[in-house]
């Protein structure tokens, strides 16, 4: 049945577009973080719309399950088959053509392959800005992003995937394509079935093109790292500069001491950047080392303000916010990006975070939403209780605390491998985090869900919340996933095993 599928497949795309070979595929099976390794039958590429409408046609007529995978970026393990050398990943990386950009409109029409990076890039060639950012941006495509409602660092003026993108061609589970490209900002005329594919991490069906919004680019942006004592004036610091900026700002991220460390650790050249805030550098980089001295470690918060008109007014805000923090002693030290070059170095630092963290070894990933009013209780309650709980971990807390969003990740203790080698310590963390990881999502996430949040904020449920999402979620909600899958996907053809 699978060698037959296969063939027809290369009969219809040529076998060009199938790949079998074990060095060929294996980047393909295995997930960004080397948490899920699947077995795939073969990973297939399809050229365009109507290839990938024959595909799953034949799939369909095969009954063999398919993986959608874009840049193969996620975090929960959605883009990994299973272990049974069965499932056939369809990579959507080919479909990338620019269908349409249309300035007047703002909106740029792009195949589902075509990486976040380059739609940046496309709308700042057009004098305008697609404001979803995220550190995997050069890989992750836009099907993926969507299928995702990736979320990402500009969600508090802009919205996640889903509030940027107007329309979707969808290839559905039977294999017909919808063409629901409109370019639209109004449109009630019946159930929202883009909606229903946004999200859907690829259970529904298969993102083929996307209307993407575009928006005007703010004249000027400015960034500031800034040093806070804690989580509380995280969030007096938030109430400041929201009461002051409004939608001016752009983006307020929160990163705890412990999470910067891990790039301390691993990227001090990258680190260097904001060591005045975060302190701790123990390199040679460091003035502290230089010194002979270690500085104490500092949580900290970036915060970015746009502003439409000039940056000399950008820069004015963010003066008067920092003032008023310094002032009311939110705020303990800041710098403030002076060009270009140290606005990137400030967002690099952030945004390498999450490689710091796999170069140090395994976590427990955690990608919580909460009231933004109850963060700090929260913060303040589950470090007590998981310290108590596991003694020694490493609490790398860090997000979108703007957005109410934290990667609450939990590292191992570090106690566990001092004096060993990275090779080492990367098998001993991953042996704590195997034999502690359900413990410590159960511990967060019974707290979260009673807190009235959410156990995936961004990164989605894929495989690794599946059964999480289980526990957490009513009869009904279960019930009414579970039909629309029925619906649309009878022979269970797309991503089994995934979110549901
Ligand atoms: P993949 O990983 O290939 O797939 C993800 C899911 O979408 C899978 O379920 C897959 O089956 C499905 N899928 C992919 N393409 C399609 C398609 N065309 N049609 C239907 N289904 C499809 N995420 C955030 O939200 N915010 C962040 O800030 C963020 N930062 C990150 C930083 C790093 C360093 C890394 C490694 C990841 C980060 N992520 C973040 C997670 C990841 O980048 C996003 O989830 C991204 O949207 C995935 O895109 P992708 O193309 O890589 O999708
Ligand atoms: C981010 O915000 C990403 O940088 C990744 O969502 C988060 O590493 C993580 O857990
Ligand atoms: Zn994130």
New binding site residues.
């Given amino acids: 049945m699978t060698a037959q599928f296969l063939s027809e497949v290369q009969a219809a795309l040529g076998s060009a577009a199938i790949k079998t070979a074990p060095a060929d595929i294996e980047h393909h099976a295995i997930?960004?973080?080397k948490r899920f390794f699947g077995k795939p039958l073969a990973v297939i590429f399809p050229a365009n719309t109507e290839q990938v409408a024959q595909v799953v046609r034949l799939a369909n007529q095969h009954k063999v399950a398919l993986?959608?995978?874009?840049?193969?970026?996620?975090?929960?393990g959605?883009?990994t088959p299973d272990a049974s050398g069965t499932q056939a990943i369809l990579s959507?990386t080919r479909?990338t053509r620019v269908r349409h950009q249309d300035a007047a409109n703002k909106t740029i029409t792009v195949e589902?392959?075509v990486?976040?990076q380059r739609v940046q890039e496309l709308a700042e060639e057009m004098g305008l800005l697609f404001p979803l950012?995220?550190?995997?941006?050069g890989?992750?495509?836009?099907?993926?992003?969507?299928?995702?409602?990736?979320?990402?660092?500009g969600v508090l003026r802009y919205g996640?995937?889903r509030d940027l993108c107007l329309g979707v061609e969808?290839v559905t589970p039977s294999g017909e394509i919808w063409n629901g490209l409109r370019a639209l900002r109004k449109d009630n005329t019946g159930y929202d079935l883009r909606d229903l594919?946004i999200g859907?991490?690829?259970?529904l069906?298969?993102?083929?093109a996307a209307v993407l919004k575009l928006y005007p680019r703010p004249k000027g942006v400015m960034t500031a790292l800034v040093k806070i004592a804690g989580p509380e004036d995280a969030f007096r610091l938030l109430q400041i500069a929201q009461s002051r900026c409004d939608a001016a700002l752009t983006a307020f991220e929160y990163m705890s001491a412990e999470s910067t460390q891990v790039v301390i650790d691993h990227f001090p050249e990258v680190a260097r950047h904001g060591a005045q805030i975060i302190g701790g550098m123990t390199t040679d980089a460091s003035p502290a080392a230089a010194s002979g001295k270690t500085s104490a470690r500092s949580d900290c918060v970036l915060m970015e303000i746009s502003h439409a008109e000039s940056e000399r007014a950008a820069t004015a805000l963010l003066e008067s916010v920092i003032g008023s923090a310094l002032e009311e002693g939110v705020v303990l030290d800041a710098i403030v990006a002076q060009t270009l070059a140290q606005t990137k170095a400030l967002w690099h630092l952030r945004?390498t975070i999450?490689?710091g963290a796999?170069e140090d070894g395994a976590q427990v990933k955690l990608?919580i939403a909460l009231p933004i009013s109850a963060l700090v209780d929260f913060i303040d309650q589950m470090n007590t209780e998981m310290l108590s709980a596991f003694p020694g971990v490493r609490l790398h807390n860090f997000?979108?605390f703007g957005d109410g969003n934290l990667h609450y990740n939990i590292g191992a203790p570090r106690y566990l491998a001092a004096g060993k080698s990275p090779e080492e310590r990367r098998k001993i963390y991953l042996g704590y985090v195997e034999e502690n990881e359900q413990a410590i999502r159960r511990l967060v996430h019974d707290r979260v869900v009673a807190m009235n949040g959410s156990i995936s904020?961004?990164?989605?449920l894929?495989q690794l919340r599946k059964n999480e999402a289980r526990r957490y979620k009513t009869a009904i909600e279960f019930e009414l996933m579970s039909k629309i899958k029925l619906a649309l996907d009878p022979n269970g053809i797309?991503?089994p095993g995934?979110?549901l």
């Fill in positions: 997930d960004w973080r993986v959608p995978q874009g840049g193969n970026t996620g975090l929960s959605g883009a959507l479909l589902a392959g990486s976040l950012s995220l550190g995997a941006e890989s992750a495509t836009i099907g993926g992003n969507l299928a995702t409602n990736a979320g990402g660092t996640n995937a969808v594919f859907s991490e690829g259970t069906g298969l993102i083929t945004e999450t490689l796999a990608d997000g979108h904020a961004e990164h989605g894929g797309l991503n995934k979110v």
